[in-house]
């Protein structure tokens, strides 16, 4: 499957961005999916992730209860809703998909599918 994520952009401290990551190739519909950022000079972290069927949705400490991951089936397409946005948000995005598994995880190589990014900054 290809994926392909926007929706990012400059912000201030306190607002909210919604970036999507649509599907093009297959439906992703059987995918567990998630979304990962980088900062510059770090690795790439694990922010949410949501199962294939939408039961469970998981997130990194520093983006719960403010960050809020969704799938739109129907359009083939998975969201990630940030509010509160702060400066330690700014990173590059990147969604990713991997096949239905019976345990979430929160690690880049468990994923084999990566849009391309789209960059967040959040300014103080």
């Known amino acids: 499957v290809q994926l392909q994520a926007s929706g990012g952009g400059l912000v201030q401290a306190g607002d909210s961005l919604r970036l999507s990551c649509a599907a093009s190739g297959r439906t992703f519909s059987g995918d567990d999916l998630a979304w990962f950022r980088q900062a510059p000079g770090k690795k790439r972290a694990f922010v949410a992730a949501i199962s294939w069927n939408d039961d469970i949705t998981i997130y990194a400490e520093s983006v719960r209860g403010r960050f809020t991951i969704s799938r739109d089936s129907a359009r083939d397409t998975m969201y990630l809703q940030m509010n509160g946005l702060k400066p330690e948000d700014t990173a590059v995005y990147y969604c990713?998909?991997?096949?239905?598994?019976?345990?979430?995880?929160?690690?880049?190589?468990?994923?084999?599918?990566w849009g391309q990014g789209t960059q967040v900054t959040v300014s103080s």
């Open positions: 990713a998909a991997r096949s239905k598994s019976w345990r979430m995880s929160r690690f880049s190589s468990n994923y084999n599918s």
